[in-house]
């Protein structure tokens, strides 16, 4: 098939985006006087950062339906490949923020996304907290799809997040609670406390993080549909 390459802007209507401690650290892992409150800030922070990164795969939702062909709620989409698409970065069931970005692909895009056809996102979050990334998504089947890359999500309530080696599948709604595969993520809080390790989702609905907290090994749940934190 000849190379061609479709480029597309998407701009996301939002206002603002999530702040970090809904999570709750629970009592464990910090042994006498409880967890530390660093540590609490920035596992909440991390799924804070999950959910906004979450908001982006839906969006992509959407636009994987209008190159389909089928009209998708909140999303317009216009010759040449021009898309506007609300997205929810907080769950609440509104749009919030605002978020540009192109995507290229080596496919022919105009008859839609066919299995083993695959296209790569780069995004930019333009208001509220920051944030940019890149997704190469790919239709493995009719009903999952796989995604990798990277995202950074900066100012998620003082938090700065990286998420790297990003490898998962998920169904075609392409939220993370279907998802399973691994990434791995690295956060400050700017105050010289930081956290880094790998997040797993080995069954859908629940990531497991497994790594450390200023040089301490620690471990967490993060719930995938409420993105609540919990200290193991």
Do not use: H
Request: charged share 15%; net charge negative; with cysteine.
């Amino acid at each position: 098939m000849p190379k061609t390459l479709t480029s597309l802007l998407l701009i996301i209507s939002l206002t603002y985006l999530p702040a970090c401690g809904g999570g709750g650290g629970g009592d464990d892992g910090g042994g006498v006087g409880g967890p530390d409150p660093f540590l609490i800030n920035l596992s909440d922070c991390s799924g804070d950062a999950l959910q906004v990164v979450d908001g982006v795969f839906a969006a992509m939702t959407r636009v994987i339906d209008e190159i389909n062909g089928n009209d998708a709620p909140d999303t317009t989409y216009q010759a040449p490949f021009i898309v506007t698409a609300g997205a929810d970065f907080d769950g609440d069931g509104f749009n919030e923020g605002s978020l540009s970005g192109t995507v290229e692909s080596s496919f022919e895009l105009a008859d839609g996304l066919d299995v083993n056809e695959a296209f790569t996102v780069r995004w930019n979050i333009d208001s509220g907290a920051m944030g940019e990334g890149e997704f190469d998504i790919v239709r493995a089947s009719a009903t999952t799809m796989g995604v990798s890359g990277f995202a950074i999500i900066q100012a998620i309530d003082s938090c700065d997040f990286s998420v790297t080696g990003l490898i998962l599948t998920l169904d075609n709604t392409a939220r993370l609670e279907t998802a399973t595969g691994s990434m791995q993520i690295a956060g400050d809080d700017g105050g010289g406390n930081s956290i880094s390790g790998i997040l797993t989702i080995a069954i859908p609905g629940t990531a497991n993080f497994d790594g450390q907290f200023n040089g301490v090994d620690v471990n967490f749940d993060i719930d995938l549909t409420t993105f609540v934190v919990t200290l193991n």
